[in-house]
Structure formats: structure tokens, C-alpha cells
């Protein structure tokens, strides 16, 4: 970040439903649950996706609606941190529902200055979601 807070994120316990921060306060780091929604969290990614100078979470969860787990959440997760990550209000976008996925990185795919996300999911999906420069990118 660019005052230099530190935070982590985390999906807790592993394939558990909970997206955490962790924000650190004179030595001790804070636990704060920002979402309880996604239904196997697997990995996340701690990047900043808006340009904002503030680092934003990405959850993965990689479940699959069937007929025994008919809520399930499989895709990815954006969350854009607020100004105060222990205590402000993240932004959510769900920017993939169809695709059970397990790992997201970042990076420039396209040279046009934005953080791009580039998944992996079950079976060998590849996907490239293109960041547009907006709030609710990627896509």
C-alpha cells in the first residue's frame, strides 16, 4: 500500500467460506471477516486491480453447483479495499460464476497499465479476465 500498511488475505479454514483481512496496528495484526458467502475458498490474490495505490483481495472458490450443493459459488471474487481496510466497507464483485477456479495471478496482460487476472481452474480452464479500468473490472 502506499502509506505503507500491510495487510494479508486469506480464505479460512482452507475451502472454508470466509474471505479475512488482516490488518496490522502497532505489531499486532487484526482479524476483520469481510465476506461469508463463497462456499470453498481455495486461494487468494493480494493486488491492487483499480489503480488506487490500495491493495484489493481476490478470492477463488472452487465448488460446482450439483444437486447436493445447489448454492454453491465456484469463480472468483474481487474485493476492493476501502480507504481504511480494518474498518471501512469493501467493495464485492463476483467477475466469474460459471467456472470452478483454483488460483489467480496478475500482470499487464495487454499493456494498457491496467492489473489484468489470469485463473486457473479444474480441468485445465485458463482464463484472462481484462481489467477496463473501471470499479467494477475486471471482466
Known amino acids: 500500500m502506499s502509506d505503507g500498511q500491510r495487510i494479508l488475505g486469506s480464505v479460512e479454514p482452507w ?7 488482516y490488518t496490522e496496528s502497532d505489531g499486532t495484526w487484526n482479524r476483520r ?4 458467502g463463497v462456499t470453498s475458498g481455495h486461494e ?3 493486488l491492487d486491480l483499480n489503480g488506487d495505490d490500495r491493495v ?10 450439483t ?11 474481487v474485493f476492493f479495499s476501502p480507504e481504511d481496510p480494518a474498518t471501512g466497507e469493501w467493495s464485492y ?8 477456479m483454483n488460483g489467480c495471478v496478475g500482470g ?3 499493456q494498457d497499465g491496467w492489473t489484468d487476472l489470469v485463473c486457473t481452474g479444474g480441468g485445465g480452464v485458463i482464463r484472462w479476465y481484462e481489467n477496463l479500468g473501471q470499479q467494477d473490472s475486471p471482466r
Open 15 to 21: 475451502h472454508g467460506n470466509e474471505v479475512v483481512v
Open 67 to 77: 444437486r447436493n450443493r445447489p448454492n454453491a459459488t465456484p469463480g472468483v471474487h
Open 33 to 36: 471477516v469481510i465476506f461469508d
Open 44 to 46: 487468494v490474490a493480494v
Open 93 to 100: 464483485s463476483r467477475i466469474e460464476s460459471e467456472a470452478a
Open 56 to 65: 484489493d483481495i481476490v478470492a477463488n472458490d472452487n465448488s460446482r453447483v
Open 108 to 110: 499487464d496482460m495487454n
